[in-house]
């Protein structure tokens, strides 16, 4: 009987390698390929970046190119292909690895993945590592209690603006991710909502040239960084 291969959706965390679990560590060693998320534009991989400390040697690393455009055409044949190119992996026999920033189940590129690989080969193997997620990482690097007693959060993506705030009641907690591009909509509804004055702005969180910024609406007249994510409370 062919030996039966398997996925493995890998969350490295923020970008500290030591953020790393225990059992990614495991599953990352014991990988015979690792497969990473990147740009059509160049060959460059933080996730990998993250991980390289336990990636073996002989341990063969394929970047699979998701473009970031809103050709949904574009994106679903890319999803495809990058599903199918997984398969033939696991359909050899050998053990997988996707690697994703964060965790897995949460605004990760694996999700994608994930969707098709239920579409194409739905008798596949497959495990999700959670991972640390930035949003965690930025409350531990600020000493910063998250939620606590009755309170809630919000965890929302800033990709398109603040609008999604405007919408919510009775939260008292908030994580924006992605809070790059659309920065001064999403400083408007922070002060529309009273968001803004507990507002904390953290960059490359556990990485070299990380950055904390109090001051949100400096934002505004810099380069957009997609590291980049906001915590924020009343």
């Not at 959670?130 to 800033?158: C, D």
């Amino acid at each position: 009987m062919d030996r039966k291969g398997k996925l493995y959706g890998v969350g490295v965390g923020p970008g500290d390698p030591e953020l790393i679990t225990v059992k990614a560590v495991r599953v990352i060693k014991a990988a015979d390929i690792i497969f990473t998320a990147g740009s059509p534009k160049n060959n460059y991989s933080l996730a990998v970046e993250i991980a390289a400390p336990y990636i073996m040697d002989n341990t063969k690393v394929v970047k699979l190119d998701f473009p970031m455009t809103k050709d949904e055409k574009a994106v679903e044949k890319a999803w495809l292909y990058n599903a199918g190119e997984i398969a033939k992996v696991l359909k050899q026999g050998k053990t997988a690895v996707f690697l994703t920033l964060g965790d897995p189940t949460t605004y990760s590129t694996f999700g994608y993945v994930l969707k098709k690989m239920k579409c194409i080969m739905p008798e596949a193997d497959i495990e999700t590592v959670p991972g640390i997620t930035s949003f965690h990482a930025a409350a531990a690097r600020l000493n910063r209690i998250l939620v606590e007693a009755e309170e809630s959060l919000l965890i929302t993506s800033g990709a398109f603006g603040g609008n999604q705030l405007r919408n919510i009641n009775h939260v008292e907690n908030v994580a924006i991710v992605k809070a790059y591009k659309n920065i001064k909509d999403i400083n408007t509804v922070l002060k529309e909502t009273g968001f803004d004055k507990r507002a904390v702005a953290v960059s490359k969180c556990g990485r070299k040239n990380e950055e904390i910024m109090e001051d949100l609406d400096a934002l505004e007249t810099r380069a957009p960084d997609y590291w980049t994510l906001i915590l924020a409370g009343k």
